[in-house]
């Protein structure tokens, strides 16, 4: 299936005083904190759903800043994917690939947008690479 609800809990930005010369090494990395199994309830009937807690960190290179984004979504599947994902979090803490896939690239794809603005904000550079728009001669 896939998410049905998502939000933000928390945003935790920071620039360092740093002189920076040179390429800048941006590190990413997205963080499942929690999976937690849940009632949703829609038209009159009560589904199992997992409320995914998230973290997605940004940290810039040579101490020049940081970039922290804390949330949760909700995750609707069968009750055999719901209970199968719940079992495996509590002992090994992953969830199983069809899941981690969609909530990654959810995940991904949700804060994109927001980190790209924090780091403007605060004049880091881009934590995500940008296309780049070049004018010259058409290459046949």
Known sequence: MGVVGFSFSKFDCKRNPVNVSGGIEVKHNINIKQVEKTSLSVGGSKNDVLKIYFMFEIVYGENMGSLLV?????YADTKEIIEETVKSWSI?????????????????????????????????????????????????
């Open 92 to 140: 090994d803490k992953n969830l199983n690939q069809t899941v981690s896939e969609v909530v990654f690239k959810f995940i991904y794809n949700k804060t994109a947008v927001k980190v790209l603005d924090l780091a403007d904000s605060l004049g880091l550079p881009s934590p995500i690479p940008l296309p780049t728009v070049s004018f010259g001669e058409k290459k046949q």
């Open 70 to 74: 804390e949330g949760d979504l909700i």
